[in-house]
Every structure is written in C-alpha cells, then in structure tokens.
C-alpha cells in the first residue's frame, strides 16, 4: 500500500486527515475511521488499510447500506487494522453487522500503541442465524493515544461462514 502510494504520488493520508484537508477543521467526530472493506483502489484484492485474515473472503452478499462483507470460517482473524489514525479522544463507539449461524462469536480487541495504555475487548454474539444484527461497544480513547489497532477474531467453531459487514469506528459517543 505505501509502496503503492508513493509510485502513484498519492500522499499517504488518513480519511481523517484527508476531511481536514478538503473541509478545514474541525472534523466531524462523528466520521467512520475504519476502512471500507468494499474499497480496493491498488487492486490487489484486499481492502485498502486494513488486511484480512488467511482464511476470510470478501462477498457482495451484505445489508441494507453496505455493498460487501467479510465471510469468516469459524475460529478465524476476519481482519486487523493496524495503526488506524484520525480517531477522535474520548468516547467512541465500534460498531459492526454480522449474519448467522446463531451462536457465532466475534471478538474485536482495540490497542493503543503501548498495549499498557489501552486495550479493550468487545464481544459480540449472534443470538439468531437468519436476520443482520447490529453490534455496537463503546471505546474510551485516552488523550494520549492518537492511533489504535482493532484485531477482529471470530471465536466461535460452527461450520458455515460468519458474515461481518459495516465495521466502524466513529467518535462522538458519551464519555
Ligand atoms: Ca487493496
């Protein structure tokens, strides 16, 4: 990705970065950070800034809003986003969808830098296999951590494919 960047002159930006460029500050806190997993510009088959896990695929099959999903074998990484910026301080919410089979289990662990400073766990499980769910946690982010890293395991072991779609992390949450 970086490799790409600077051969094509694009300057290496977060979205974040890129709203204060275009709109002035401020921004709005309220902006998802987390990478669209349905955009690939550098085509090499993984979503821009964020990488899959060995065993995930990226399918159309998605929700109401979202126009692809991850599809996660039991007890696999679905994705990890490593040193995800333009995140705002203080309370934020990390939100995903996911679909079937009931009983699947997803665990997502947020780290600042230093792992001492923070680290929390959210996780989520599906009570029923054949409706999108919507799965929200809040996220303190102290003042002193200006990146996170969000690894999103699934840790349930059924058989058929956990879908995951409409991941965010976005500010604006009640401290
Ligand atoms: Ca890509």
């Not at 970086?2 to 902006?31: F, H, M, Q």
């Not at 996660?72 to 910026?85: E, T, W, Y």
């Not at 923070?118 to 009570?127: D, K, S």
């Not at 995951?164 to 604006?172: K, P, R, V």
């Amino acid at each position: 990705m970086l490799k790409w960047c600077r051969a094509n002159d694009i300057p290496v930006r977060t979205y974040s970065e890129w709203a204060e460029i275009l709109y002035g500050r401020p921004t709005d806190p309220t902006v998802n950070v987390f990478p669209d997993i349905a955009t690939d510009l550098n085509g090499d088959g993984s979503p821009d800034g964020l990488s899959l896990g060995s065993e995930t695929r990226i399918v159309e099959e998605a929700p109401e809003g979202s126009t692809a999903s991850l599809a996660v074998p039991g007890n696999c990484q679905a994705c990890i986003v490593r040193d995800l910026g333009g995140i705002e301080k203080g309370g934020n919410t990390f939100s995903l969808r996911m679909r079937g089979p009931a009983g699947g289990k997803v665990q997502a662990r947020l780290t600042s830098r230093d792992a001492k400073i923070m680290t929390e766990w959210l996780t989520f499980e599906q009570a029923v296999g054949t409706a999108w769910q919507t799965f929200a946690g809040d996220v303190m982010i102290p003042a002193k951590v200006s990146t996170i890293t969000i690894d999103i395991r699934r840790r349930d072991r059924a058989e058929a494919d956990l879908l995951i779609s409409s991941i965010s992390f976005a500010g604006g949450a009640s401290e």
